[in-house]
């Protein structure tokens, strides 16, 4: 009955809020990137997501509302089968203990209804199954005494990494062992290493997808040197501690607004007692790595949206949280009466606080997308050459006209992309029509130039369309 309960609860909240399409809430900017090289078996922006490519392709099969919509679905299903893991995980971690399912049941609720965690559940993007993956390898790890095999457990945390490349710093937790052993012998770590091997194998998928020429190719991963630029995110790598050491701090600071964001005062509390009164070491080691990494990335990484990195740490919280409750009802040994109010009255708070966190993460009012491309496209004359610059335009139209077929007599440039030659081959057989000169350094000017039968529109970021009848 708890699971059902449990999905019902996030089930209802999850289909009143969801994005009815493309949207931009909750630092979903990637979506049309995500959503049209799924559909047209592209590559997307690096590390590529293969995993993610071949699930939501799967999901945009469902004959359920537009495209984006079938693609943000992949997002609610993950957040949910995520908070039911949690929910048996800590189930069996606390198995021991009274109340442990009722304990479970509500860390599981409070990880699901933390606003961050929400609002990746209603849109297009990686992290709602990044956190069911990273969920499925704490998970996996438990498993004593299983029949699962160590070869098994590595092919897992290397799959995960193929959804988001920061999984790999959940790697090191394959080197614990199980009962008295803190370290796994040399031939478990030996299993488990081509585990991982075996699962980052799917990466190779992305080659296979560039070679059939699709619309959204990024990249030039044929050669290994391109293949490597591409799945290890170098052309992010400027982010990777770009902040000042002020900055930084003052992300340290606003983490603990997040916290309580997430959690409010009284689960913030809960989790940094469940914290301080140490789990078993099963439980506080893999957990402390994961909310130690993932925080520490999210605050030296130079993005304005680094905030999306910290999904393990709330993951890493619940769990924390769980502890927390389940020594508050030790302390009420032999008064059960007060352990149901608890119970209860935690239970009601997450309950009361639906209605209050309704509007902050509702995505199925944000038509800003859809209303940015009717428009755009209504403005921009019939072959027309666009220069895009900015990810929400830019993604936004490519999925207007790769994914929805939409204005395929426009020729759609990212302006950001003109310096690297690979983009300029994947313009050429995108747009067959198109004179691309293959030189260094291409800018707009010198591709205008060599169209001169073309409308020349600039779309800049966060500002009018520009085209020569607004001049």
């Known amino acids: ?50 995993l993610y490519l071949i699930l939501a392709r799967g999901f945009q099969l469902i004959p359920v509302g537009d495209l984006a919509f079938r693609t943000n679905l992949l997002s609610a299903v993950c957040t949910i089968l995520t908070a039911l893991l949690l929910n048996v995980y800590l189930s069996h971690q606390l198995r021991d203990h009274p109340f442990s399912q009722f304990t479970s049941f509500l860390a599981a609720i409070a990880y699901g209804l933390a606003p961050f965690v929400w609002g990746q559940g209603l849109v297009t993007e990686v992290y709602a199954l990044h956190g069911l993956l990273v969920m499925i390898c704490l998970y996996i790890l438990s498993l004593e005494n299983s029949n699962i095999g160590e070869w098994m457990r590595g092919f897992v945390f290397g799959v995960a990494a193929t959804n988001h490349l920061t999984a790999i710093m959940m790697l090191p937790l394959l080197m614990l062992g199980f009962d008295q052993k803190l370290f796994a012998s040399a031939p478990v770590l030996l299993k488990r290493f081509w585990g991982v091997i075996a699962g980052l194998s799917l990466y190779l998928s992305l080659p296979i997808r560039a070679y059939f020429n699709p619309p959204i190719n990024w990249g030039d991963t044929s050669s290994p040197i391109g293949f490597f630029w591409f799945i290890t995110g170098l052309i992010y790598r400027h982010y990777l501690f770009s902040l000042s050491a002020q900055d930084m701090v003052q992300r340290l600071r606003a983490f603990g607004g997040l916290l309580l964001e997430q959690y409010t005062w009284l689960g913030a509390l809960l989790g940094i007692y469940g914290l301080i009164t140490l789990p078993p070491r099963r439980v506080i080691i893999p957990t402390l790595w994961m909310g130690m990494v993932f925080l520490l990335f999210s605050v030296f990484y130079g993005s304005y949206d680094s905030q999306v990195y910290l999904m393990p740490v709330w993951l890493a919280f619940a769990i924390w949280l769980a502890y927390g409750l389940q020594d508050l009802l030790v302390f009420a040994t032999n008064r059960f009466k007060l352990k149901i109010s608890i119970l209860g009255f935690l239970f009601v708070a997450l309950m009361i606080r639906i209605p209050i966190l309704f509007a902050s993460v509702d995505a199925s009012k944000d038509f800003r997308a859809h209303d940015f491309i009717i428009n755009t496209l209504k403005k921009i004359p019939e072959n027309s050459l666009v220069f895009v ?62 169209n001169p039968g073309r409308v020349i529109c600039f779309i800049p970021h966060d500002k009018p369309i520009i085209c020569p009848q607004d001049r």
């Open 389 to 450: 610059d900015g990810d929400e335009q830019l993604f936004s139209l490519w999925y207007a006209q790769f994914g929805l077929h939409q204005r395929l007599d426009l020729a759609i440039v990212a302006e950001g992309l003109l310096p690297y030659k690979w983009y300029h081959e994947n313009l050429q057989n995108t747009y067959s029509l198109l004179d691309v000169p293959q030189r260094d350094n291409l800018n707009p000017s010198e591709l205008s130039a060599a």
């Open 1 to 50: 009955m708890v699971p059902l309960f449990l999905t019902i609860i996030l089930g209802i909240c999850y289909s009143l809020t969801i994005a009815p399409s493309l949207t931009w809430a909750h630092f979903s900017v990637d979506g049309g990137d995500l959503i049209s090289a799924a559909a047209t078996g592209g590559v997307p922006h690096p590390s590529g997501y293969p």
